[in-house]
C-alpha cells in the first residue's frame, strides 16, 4: 500500500515534470520565433529606411509635390535672341580655346526648360546673319513653338566674355543689337499668345519699356509672371510688385541692394532690404551653395552639401543661371509646389554646371538622381 502510494507520487511528479518541460518547450519555440520575426521586421525597416536616406528629398519631391499632374501648364518666354563667343584665356592658344554657340538669356532660357519637357513658346527677335539663322534653328530643332522678327541689316547679340580659368574671373561685353529692336507692336501683333500660355517669362536683354509692356499685360491677364532681373537696370518698383517670382544671382543682389553679401546673414540682410520694397518672391541664386527664398511666409537656404557636387565651383560661362530659370518655370509649370520647384531645379542647376555642356533632359536627372544621395 504504501509502495503504491510512493509510486503514485513519482508518476505524478513525472507528469508534472514532463508538463512543465513541455511548457518550457512551447515559451522556447514561440520566444525563438517571435526574435526572428523582430529581426526580420527591423531588417526590413532598416533596409527601407536606408533606401529612403539613399534617395532623400528627391524621391520624396519626385511622388509628391507635383500636386497635379494633369494640370501642367504652358510657357512663353518673352525675350532675348543671340550667340556667345567664349574665349578661355589659358587656353587661347590651344585648340578649343574659342567657342561659339547659340546664347542671350531668352532662347537660352526657352531651351533649358523645353530639355526638360516643358511645353514651350518663345517670342523675340533677330537680325538677319548666321547668329540669328542658328538660333532660328535652335528653336526648330527642339519643337519650340516661335514667333521670330527678322530684323533687316542688323546683328543678331553678340556676347563675347573672355575667361581667365587661372583666377576664375571673366570679362563680358554684351552688344544687344537686334534685341533693342524688340517693340510694342512685336507684342500687340502676338498679344494671343499671352492669354494662351499660363507662365510668362522675361528678362532684362531687351527695352526695360517692353519688359514693363508686357508685365502690365499679363498682370492684368492674371498671368503667373517669372522676372529674371538680369542684367540689372532701372525698373519700375509697381513693375516688380506684379511679378510672382523675381530671380536674381547674388551679385545681382548686391548691386540693387549697395550690400555686402560675403556670407548667409548679409545674403539674407540684403534679401530683406530688397523684398520689402513689396515684391511677391524673392528667389537668390547661389551658385554652388544653392538658393536663398524669401517671402512672406519664409526666408531659407536651400543648400547642396553633396561633396563633389558643391566643392566644384560655378565657372559662369555655361549659361547656370539661364538653366536655373528654365528649370523653375518648367517645374512651376508641373504644378509643383515652391519648395519642391527649388529643390529640383537647384539639382538641374549644379547637375548642368559640373556635368554637361548641353541643358539636360528629364530623362538625364532621373537617371543620375538614382544613383547619388542628394540633401538640402
Known amino acids: 500500500m504504501e509502495k503504491n502510494l510512493i509510486e503514485e507520487k513519482k508518476d505524478s511528479i513525472t507528469k508534472r515534470i514532463s508538463s512543465k518541460n513541455i ?3 512551447k515559451i522556447l519555440i514561440l520566444t525563438m520565433v517571435t526574435i526572428f520575426i523582430s529581426i526580420k521586421i527591423i531588417n526590413n525597416f532598416l533596409s527601407s529606411n536606408e533606401t529612403t536616406k539613399k534617395n532623400n528629398n528627391f524621391i520624396f519631391l519626385k511622388e509628391n509635390t507635383q500636386k497635379n499632374k494633369s494640370k501642367i501648364k504652358k510657357i512663353l518666354f518673352i525675350g532675348s535672341t543671340g550667340c556667345d563667343w567664349i574665349i578661355n584665356y589659358k587656353k587661347i592658344s590651344e ?6 554657340r547659340p546664347g542671350a538669356k531668352g532662347i537660352s532660357q526657352a531651351l533649358a526648360s523645353s530639355n526638360l519637357g516643358a511645353e514651350v513658346a518663345f517670342l523675340g527677335v533677330i537680325g538677319d546673319d548666321i547668329c540669328g539663322e542658328k538660333n532660328f534653328d535652335d528653336l526648330e530643332k527642339n519643337n519650340i513653338k516661335h514667333y521670330i522678327k527678322v530684323i533687316p541689316d542688323m546683328n543678331t547679340q553678340i556676347s563675347t566674355n573672355i575667361f581667365d580659368n587661372n583666377n576664375n574671373q571673366s570679362i563680358i561685353t554684351i552688344m544687344s543689337w537686334a534685341n ?3 517693340d510694342e507692336e ?9 492669354n494662351e500660355y499660363d507662365i510668362i517669362v522675361l528678362q532684362m536683354e531687351i527695352p526695360v519699356k517692353i519688359v514693363e509692356y508686357v508685365i502690365d499685360i ?6 503667373t509672371i517669372i522676372l529674371n532681373l538680369s542684367p540689372v537696370k532701372p525698373i519700375s518698383k509697381d513693375i516688380l510688385k506684379k511679378c510672382n517670382y523675381i530671380i536674381i544671382d547674388k551679385n545681382e543682389l548686391s548691386t540693387l541692394t549697395g550690400m555686402n553679401i560675403d556670407n548667409d546673414n548679409q545674403i539674407e540682410l540684403a534679401s530683406k532690404k530688397f523684398y520689402e520694397i513689396g515684391i511677391q518672391n524673392l528667389i537668390v ?3 554652388e551653395k544653392g538658393t536663398f527664398l524669401y517671402n512672406k511666409e519664409t526666408s531659407r537656404f536651400f543648400k547642396i552639401v553633396q561633396d563633389y557636387l558643391s566643392d566644384i565651383k560655378t565657372k559662369g560661362i555655361k549659361r547656370e543661371n539661364d538653366c536655373y530659370i528654365g ?4 517645374y512651376l509649370a508641373k504644378d509643383y509646389s515652391l519648395i519642391g520647384t527649388i529643390i529640383n531645379t537647384n539639382f538641374v542647376f549644379r547637375y548642368y554646371a559640373v556635368m554637361k555642356n548641353d ?3 528629364q530623362s538625364d536627372i532621373d537617371y543620375f538622381v538614382d544613383r547619388i544621395s542628394f540633401y538640402t
Request: charged share 15%.
Open 285 to 287: 541664386i547661389l551658385g
Open 327 to 330: 528649370a523653375f518655370a518648367n
Open 95 to 100: 585648340k578649343g580655346g574659342f567657342v561659339k
Open 359 to 361: 541643358f539636360p533632359t
Open 218 to 223: 499679363a498682370y492684368n491677364s492674371n498671368k
Open 23 to 25: 511548457l518550457i518547450k
Open 180 to 182: 533693342n529692336f524688340f
Open 186 to 194: 512685336l507684342v500687340n501683333k502676338n498679344i494671343k499668345l499671352l
